[in-house]
């Protein structure tokens, strides 16, 4: 049951476009987007839900269902939204209808609907699909930002992309470049930064040549998978301090956190990143998601869970708390599974409650 004053909270919060300043989100909630980059206090929620999210599901879910999830979660005033991938559908059947998708979703300016690209044909098939959508006054590109990923042990990396992590690295070099060329941006994924489901403890020193090799070839940011879900404080901690510290030291701007919560520690984790200075999560409506190559290993961090943990704080994210609630409702009943956000499944709860007084 939550207690009266978040129930109050969340009724209150009726704007769908809000950039929700948390500490004092009871009483108002601002029309306006805080702009990441001038308030240290702002928390960037990378949503990747209908990527990350969907890639593990059973069955393959159509298009317009994602296409539904995108602008559901767009109107709820998410800025970063991952929506989909160009991978090779023999490996990853549930996202070949990316190009539909993205084609056909809500683009709102001012936001970025990143696409996981593997190789050079990826990049290739996303840039003719952008050559015969070219924005409009009125309506952005269907994306201006790609994803290159690759990981910290060469197991994952053979399981995954079928093919060594410095083979990986060979690979994505051109595809960085040919995309910054064409006015994208990039952005890296280091995956199996605490434990890989195949080579077990993962060493932090690799994880940061890693990282370090994907922000010399282009990438803005680079996030951190905790593709397992085993971190705790400890190990999140002994990551970051090695990631951030000594020689070839990276800051903390060009890191996201992105805790699978398998354990149950993946809020934890992103209090811990949060208190070391990181300021963008990765997070899954519903707590949707897991990784086709990672057995066992269960979704993201919910967004609502992470929303949540931080209202009331000096914190401030985009997007309505109780709206997201509602489409991880929403999203879960439609693939037919558990909602996974302990958050999310207590508003909804009360917000039955609260209908029936
Ligand atoms: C990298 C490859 C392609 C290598 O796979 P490969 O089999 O070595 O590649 P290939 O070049 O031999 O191609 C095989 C077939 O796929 C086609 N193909 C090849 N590339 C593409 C493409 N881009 N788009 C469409 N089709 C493609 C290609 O044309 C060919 O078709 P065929 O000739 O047999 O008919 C493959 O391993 C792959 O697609 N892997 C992606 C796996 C994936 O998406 N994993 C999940 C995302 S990563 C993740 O979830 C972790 C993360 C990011 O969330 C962070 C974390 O939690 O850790």
């Known amino acids: 049951m939550l207690s009266t004053r978040v129930s109050r909270s969340l009724t209150t919060s009726s704007s769908l476009r809000t950039c929700t300043r948390l500490k004092t989100s009871r009483a108002t909630s601002s029309r306006t987007y805080a702009t990441p980059t001038s308030n240290p206090n702002h928390v960037t929620i990378v949503e990747v839900g209908p990527r990350d999210g969907l890639q ?30 160009f991978v090779s559908p023999k490996w990853v059947p549930q996202m070949a209808g ?3 998708v993205i084609t ?3 683009r709102m300016p001012g936001r970025h609907y990143p696409v996981l690209v593997p190789n050079m ?4 098939l996303l840039l003719d699909l952008l050559a015969k959508h070219p924005p409009t006054s009125s309506t952005p590109a269907p994306t201006n930002e790609i994803a290159i990923f690759t990981a910290a042990t060469d197991a994952f ?39 890989c489901p195949y080579a077990g403890k993962v060493d932090p020193q690799k994880v940061k040549e890693v990282t370090k090799a994907l922000l010399d070839m282009g990438c803005y940011e680079v996030s951190l998978g905790d593709t397992v879900g085993t ?26 956190g992105h805790f699978h919560d398998t354990y149950g520690s993946a809020v934890n984790n992103v209090q811990t990143a949060l208190n070391m200075g990181l300021r963008t999560f990765d997070s899954a409506v519903g707590g949707l998601g897991g990784c086709p190559y990672s057995p066992g290993a269960t979704g993201n961090v ?14 401030t994210v985009a997007g309505d708390l109780e709206a997201v609630a509602e489409i991880g409702d929403w999203i879960s009943k439609t693939l037919g599974k558990e909602n996974a956000s ?16």
């Open 121 to 124: 044909k990826g990049l290739d």
């Open 342 to 357: 302990r958050a999310g499944k207590a508003i909804m709860a009360s917000k039955k409650v609260s209908s029936k007084l």
């Open 231 to 256: 971190g705790n404080f400890t190990t999140v901690t002994k990551l970051l301090e090695t990631v951030m510290g000594g020689t070839n030291a990276i800051s903390a701007q060009k890191l996201a």
């Open 104 to 106: 056909k979703m809500e």
């Open 302 to 315: 919910a967004t609502e869970d992470i929303m949540y943990a931080l209202k009331d704080s000096p914190y």
């Open 98 to 100: 990316t190009a539909e």
């Open 56 to 85: 593990n599901e059973k069955s393959v879910i159509s298009p317009s269902v994602k296409v539904e999830l995108v602008n559901r979660l767009g109107r709820a005033g998410l800025t970063h939204l991952e929506a989909g991938s």
């Open 157 to 195: 990396s053979k399981a995954n992309t079928n093919c060594t992590i410095a083979e990986g690295l060979e690979r994505l070099e051109p595809v960085t470049r040919k995309a910054l060329d064409h006015g994208l941006r990039v952005r890296g994924y280091v995956s199996v930064v605490i434990t």
